[in-house]
């Protein structure tokens, strides 16, 4: 039941899609390969089962990544079950070392320790690893990578007559959304000071944690003590700081990702960032309050049109029509979009702006951004 | 049904109280006065039949607030129905000049308009008014006071042996709840730049906008479209910047309150704010993400130690639980909530803190704010 409006629950199992998110893409469920590429990069999803996981699988799809052959991996709960993907029947395996045997793109989301324990292990058997977790994001020799950001950055890894494997990080999804719209304007103006309040989806707690919002809406709705598994208080018409753990500084992981990630992605260890993160009762897309402090002047209709033409942007500015970006809005959608694009009034002189962004966390915050790194390895 | 809900549908009259919300008092219905004290005043309440309207009863009852006797105004579409107060019965009257002969205290809240036309005619009248709108609040000649921060302003005004009425205004919400947690900070560091991002509830659009995001949510978990009556777009599970009009600088009106009124309320033209306004799926209490930059070192056990012994205060500030400010917290509660304190890492020398900040919008965000007003002139 629960799957039906969270949308998101094993989608090439269930078939189901969601509504509470716009329409997703069926395309996966419905197009055919005319030929797979023989000369395609075997690819290894593991965790497959995941939020994120079933969006590689329909990312892949929509964006016919030319894949020789896929491994559908997750643990031993999952093992065995079976899969429909572009019209062919797949078992889902458990994973173990040997499951990177030949295997050239491993994609990788099934939490940190899984990753430290097999990311190392399949980069070893010669797979290029693309892993969204946090476990290796600020290890000094894994690029840290948001290809319309800092492609630069993995351009030493190749798939093509590679010796070895490797791994990639993929960005946090609050980095990655965050930078999408910073990184254009920074390079204009070079950004010396951000400060970030977030406005973050269930999605980033994963499929279960959607689950948990919608049957606590349902059950507050019916009058019903919320049932609290996955967060340890009400989610439904309420919000919270992130659940991450707080550190001695008093900021949460979740926060100290945008600070540190920052740094590594713009290679500037004097950028200061702050960041505040907070869960609100929304699905899978998130929003972001950026205030913006710049070296040099920035006027808002100069930082617009630059917004405008940079790649996988879309600016949603319509200040007549009170219309801006909303996370429904982007849910499934590839794009961060931005707007409420404005000359901070509390800087002089163009020194300052506050934008606005909203992007899919499940999408550009975690499969897709796995999938242009994949593609650029091609 | 939705008044089940969102539970601010006239308690007076269905007598329901909410559980989207934390449980309200029902001291309200069941108290009774042993006597009204015949030297209290006379006491106007505009605008009875709304969120706030009914929360100013809430708050007198109590506050066991010493009135002699009091009118209960409203539109003509509420005139002539019944209403049930401190076990007396009350005829809902409609607004009119002569409704404010003889009253001492009229607390306003039924819109900027009503304020405009019947605010200088209770004055004029001898009514002291306590108005709850925008209408007057930057007029130079009307005091915009939140009791905890700046009573002086309204120190002239007084209903012993006035000649005359006056206004006194009520600061918007977002701005009272804000300036709770950040003025005892101010006093001791001066604060030089605030950056504000807000996760505003439903109830600052009143009772309607939180029966139809109640409405939504039930539409959307049955796959329905969801009614956008008070709001153009979805509001459940989503959220959207303040459908306030926006201004020519980029600003909506919402958060060029925050900037102004804080100025005003500090007496410190000098002091630079900007804000991002942002609409939540919340019912009834706000949430603020406030950056702060001193003028004079702050450290954060000094900040928390200085908010815990501030009038209207309470830290919820436990690292080790993740346990922090929510506004289902503080539904319905009188105190602003306000954590996530900590040194700010983008600013050097302790110079910034990073706090969040939970209040009840239509309690100490509107009624009780105005009904503290009105016991000061006592």
Redesign the interface.
């Known amino acids: 039941m629960h799957a039906?409006?969270s949308g998101h629950r094993l989608p090439y199992i269930s078939g189901r899609t969601g509504?509470?998110t716009a329409r997703r893409s069926k395309r996966a469920n419905t197009t055919v390969r005319m030929a797979f590429r023989e000369d395609g990069p075997t690819v290894a999803v593991v965790g497959v089962t995941g939020a994120v996981g079933q969006e590689f699988l329909q990312v892949l799809s929509d964006r016919d990544f030319p894949y020789r052959s896929i491994r559908m991996l997750a643990s031993r709960r999952s093992a065995g079950r079976h899969l429909s993907f572009e019209n062919r029947e797949y078992t889902i395996e458990e994973l173990s070392p040997e499951s990177f045997d030949g295997v050239d793109v491993a994609l990788f989301s099934a939490g940190g320790s899984v990753s430290r324990e097999f990311g190392p292990v399949a980069a070893e058997r010669g797979a290029v690893v693309v892993d969204n977790s946090s476990a290796f994001r600020m290890d000094p020799g894994v690029p840290l990578v948001i290809p319309e950001v800092n492609p630069d950055a993995m351009k030493h890894i190749r798939l093509e007559g590679r010796s070895k494997g490797a791994i990639i990080a993929n960005p946090n999804c609050s980095t990655i959304i965050c930078l999408m719209a910073a990184t254009p304007l920074h390079r204009r103006a070079k950004v010396v000071?951000?400060?970030v309040?977030t406005?973050q989806a269930a999605s980033g707690a994963g499929a279960a944690a959607m689950e948990e919002?919608?049957l606590q809406?349902?059950e507050?709705?019916d009058?019903k003590r919320p049932t609290c598994k996955i967060f340890k208080?009400?989610y439904a018409?309420?919000?919270?700081?992130h659940?991450a753990?707080?550190l001695s500084?008093?900021?949460?992981e979740e926060e100290m990702k945008l600070?540190k990630e920052t740094r590594k992605i713009w290679n500037d260890e004097d950028v200061?960032?702050?960041a505040?993160c907070?869960r609100?009762?929304?699905?899978r897309a998130h929003?972001e309050?950026v205030?913006l402090q710049f070296e040099n002047p920035l006027d808002?209709d100069t930082a617009r049109e630059i917004l405008k033409g940079a790649p996988g942007v879309v600016v949603i500015d319509d200040?007549?029509a009170?219309r801006?970006p909303?996370?429904?809005e982007v849910s499934n959608k590839d794009d961060v979009a931005v707007?409420?694009?404005?000359?901070?009034?509390?800087?002089d002189g163009n020194h300052?702006l506050?934008i606005?962004v909203c992007g899919d966390q499940i999408r550009k915050g975690a499969a897709l951004n796995a999938v242009q790194i994949a593609e650029m390895l091609l």
Request: proline share 5%; charged share 15%.
């Open positions: 039906v409006v509504n509470l000071r951000m400060v309040s406005y919002l919608e809406t349902r507050v709705l009058g208080q009400q018409f309420n919000l919270f700081s659940n753990p707080v500084n008093g900021y949460n600070v200061k960032v702050t505040t907070i609100v009762p929304v699905m929003a309050s205030n808002e200040r007549g009170n801006f909303t996370p429904l707007g409420r694009v404005r000359q901070d009034v509390s800087q300052g506050d606005f």
